[in-house]
């Protein structure tokens, strides 16, 4: 059941440019290595695929965007880092790690524990009269996370230091990260600790904070987030507030290029409210869906998805298919991949079943009943024995980004079930 569900998810995504018009359907392979329509799609079918694929893709609609797609900043560039090692690993049992990325064992811990992952760009936010003095004021939006308090594993501050020539390379100092509880009219400011890191003055690349808590409390209270008050200090002297600049964690005036702005990490462990739903559920809703727009029960018993007259009657093995996330011109929003290889099962499971169909011995039985009753007990069926993940890179807004693990989407090898 479960391939067949994966067979018809697989076969919606398939489109087809022709001219400068979209032209949606199903593509099939016609068994001697060629791939043609069997179904042109009308605009309304596409319409409810569409939003059927958003809604198995977690989303309730399709994110928005006012402008186009850049990955010069902190925050794609770092979740493009962490695709890429996640679709190595797929490929070889040791992926290489890309020159940009350094993770630190809790980082690596974290990726391979989440099945989401979302970064947010800090913005600018009026604060009271909070008076800055030797820190800096780092705030995010984190109102549209896609996750609770519960969910979440864990969330890193990151901060990048950038070389200097001001101090001697090998003074060590203190960054402090504080969640911002209260400013006065007077710019007297209340803050707690949430976190700190060693550093020296020579060093150079990102710094990881972990800010778990002050994440937590901000996804369950949005209205407390003042964000964080960033302070400096030299190890021998924590008393003593230095000037971010100094090392290299804020350039003069407060300009930091894109690329090396600040960012919040957090990785979450999705329920059954970042899951695409129920299944049944969503089968019914669909149903309801393929209605109001005028297709009956018997159009849905004759969906094209779903009927397998055009299958070929060679034996049970995979095919090819290719989801494409660019030809359904969602290229605006989702980063990365432009699309997927899917591939699908299908084929005959007849006697004798051979070792490379992949039999289960309950298959084998089945056949071998078959064989003495066919009017009533029918042939096994062709269907995945192994999937395995992809992951999917997209934006949700203009800033923030999310890269979300969905499991079972790519047929590894068929069999007889």
């Not at 190890?235 to 003069?252: F, T």
């Not at 055009?310 to 432009?338: G, M, N």
């Not at 395995?388 to 068929?414: A, F, G």
Request: with cysteine; proline share 5%.
């Amino acid at each position: 059941m479960a391939g067949q569900k994966a067979a018809w998810f697989c076969a919606c995504f398939i489109l087809f440019t022709v001219a400068e018009a979209v032209l949606s359907g199903l593509y099939i392979d016609n068994g001697v290595d060629q791939t043609v329509i069997h179904h042109s799609m009308t605009p309304h079918e596409r319409m409810v695929v569409e939003h059927e694929i958003l809604e198995l893709l977690g989303l309730g609609e399709r994110p928005r965007r006012s402008r186009a797609p850049t990955l010069d900043r902190s925050a794609p560039s770092f979740l493009l880092d962490v695709y890429k090692q996640l679709a190595e690993e797929h490929e070889q049992a040791r992926p290489t790690r890309s020159s940009e990325m350094a993770l630190s064992g809790d980082e690596q811990h974290a990726i391979d524990e989440s099945d989401l992952i979302m970064t947010f760009q800090s913005k600018r936010h009026h604060l009271g009269a909070l008076r800055h003095g030797h820190g800096r004021h780092v705030w995010f939006e984190v109102t549209g996370a896609p996750g609770d308090a519960s969910s979440l594993l864990t969330a890193e501050l990151r901060l990048h230091q950038a070389p200097t020539q001001t101090e001697d390379p090998a003074n060590l100092y203190t960054v402090i990260a504080h969640r911002v509880i209260s400013v006065d009219n007077i710019g007297s400011i209340q803050m707690e600790q949430v976190a700190a890191v060693n550093t020296s003055a020579g060093s150079e690349g990102w710094l990881e904070l972990n800010v778990t808590s002050a994440l937590a409390a901000w996804l369950s209270s949005p209205a407390d987030n003042r964000g964080f008050f960033i302070t400096l200090h030299p190890h021998s002297q924590p008393e003593r507030h230095v000037k971010l600049e100094e090392i290299g964690l804020e350039e003069p005036r407060g300009v930091v290029s894109e690329g090396k702005q600040p960012f919040l990490v957090a990785f979450f462990k999705s329920g059954p409210k970042l899951s695409g739903g129920d299944a049944g559920a969503r089968r019914k809703r669909e149903a309801r869906r393929w209605r109001s727009h005028g297709y009956s029960e018997n159009y849905l018993t004759r969906n094209p998805l779903t009927d397998t007259s055009h299958w070929t009657t060679r034996s049970c093995e995979i095919q090819t298919l290719y989801v494409s996330f660019k030809d359904l011109e969602w290229q605006d929003w989702i980063i990365a991949p432009d699309g997927y290889g899917a591939f699908y099962c299908s084929g005959e499971c007849n006697f004798p079943l051979n070792a490379h169909k992949n039999a289960t011995n309950h298959a084998i039985v089945q056949t071998l009943v078959h064989l003495l009753n066919p009017t009533k007990v029918p042939k096994p069926s062709c269907a995945p024995i192994k999937l395995s993940p992809i992951s999917v890179l997209y934006y949700t807004d203009d800033s923030n980004v999310i890269l979300r693990k969905y499991k079972n989407m790519v047929v590894k090898s068929c069999g007889c079930h």
